[in-house]
């Protein structure tokens, strides 16, 4: 096992998902942080049932870190502000946007994907899948994918994951010392939408109204006639798509 920072490292050739290999890590004991990448996927998964096609040249890493459970909602918004401000660092002149709950738009374009999942023990496993090199056509999704590589943004796996670690563990710092609002704040500058009228589609039907951010947890405020529904699960569009 290497180390990158504080986390307990392992880059593999090919595995199913890097979620697994990276719970298989995890303990009742905790105690440690892991991280696991890998240069292939055969069998990664998206959200909702969705699979994530894991070609080489893209980016497949897992981390695992002890979270309290009602955390966890707080904690995505971490992972994908991190990976806005990865891609930023790097290219800093990208067209780059969050897209609620947890994606990342280049261009208009899902550039990433992000999967929670709980590990052995309190350990939250983050699954984070990023187009370095490839965009995968994505099933069952309304979204277009694009990678960083067909737009002109050249860069490579590794050096990739050592810069977002980096960034990834200043804004776990920044959330332990100061709180989810500086994480939230920082979040809705770059979002999607904002003020603006969207569709929410959710497992059992489809909502209109004004995005109005999101509350402590996470949570979407949608402004429909005139309350605020808060929205946990769904697929946002917006009013041009
Ligand atoms: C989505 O947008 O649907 C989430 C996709 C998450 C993909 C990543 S790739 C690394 C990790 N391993 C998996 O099996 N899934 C996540």
Redesign the pocket.
């Known amino acids: 096992m290497q180390k990158i920072n504080d986390w307990e490292w392992i880059d593999i050739e090919e595995t199913?998902?890097?979620?697994?290999a990276v719970r298989e890590l995890t303990s009742e004991e905790g105690g440690h942080k892991y991280v696991v990448t890998?240069k292939k996927?055969t069998?990664?998964?998206?959200?909702?049932g969705?699979s994530?096609i894991?070609v080489e040249g893209n980016l497949?890493?897992?981390y695992a870190a002890e979270v309290e459970t009602k955390d966890w909602g707080q904690a995505v918004f971490i992972v994908s502000l991190s990976l806005l401000e990865t891609i930023r660092t790097l290219f800093p002149t990208i067209n780059i946007r969050l897209k609620w709950p947890?994606?990342v738009l280049v261009a208009g374009r899902?550039i990433?994907?992000?999967?929670l999942e709980k590990g052995n023990g309190n350990y939250l496993i983050m699954?984070?899948?990023v187009n370095i090199k490839n965009a995968p056509q994505?099933n069952n999704?309304s979204y277009q994918s694009v990678s960083l590589s067909e737009l002109g943004y050249e860069t490579d796996r590794i050096s990739f994951f050592e810069k977002y670690t980096e960034i990834l563990d200043a804004n776990f710092c920044r959330w332990k010392n100061y709180g989810f609002d500086i994480i939230k704040e920082r979040w809705l500058a770059d979002a999607q939408g904002l003020g603006r009228e969207i569709t929410v589609r959710t497992e059992k039907e489809e909502k209109k109204g004004s995005f109005e951010g999101i509350d402590e947890n996470g949570l979407l405020l949608l402004k429909t006639e005139n309350k605020i529904e808060k929205i946990c699960a769904g697929d946002v569009f917006f009013s041009k798509e």
Do not use: H, V
Request: net charge positive.
């Open positions: 199913g998902s890097t979620n697994d890998a996927q069998a990664g998964r998206g959200r909702r969705r994530w894991g497949f890493m897992s947890n994606d899902k990433s994907g992000i999967l699954g984070i899948g994505l999704s």
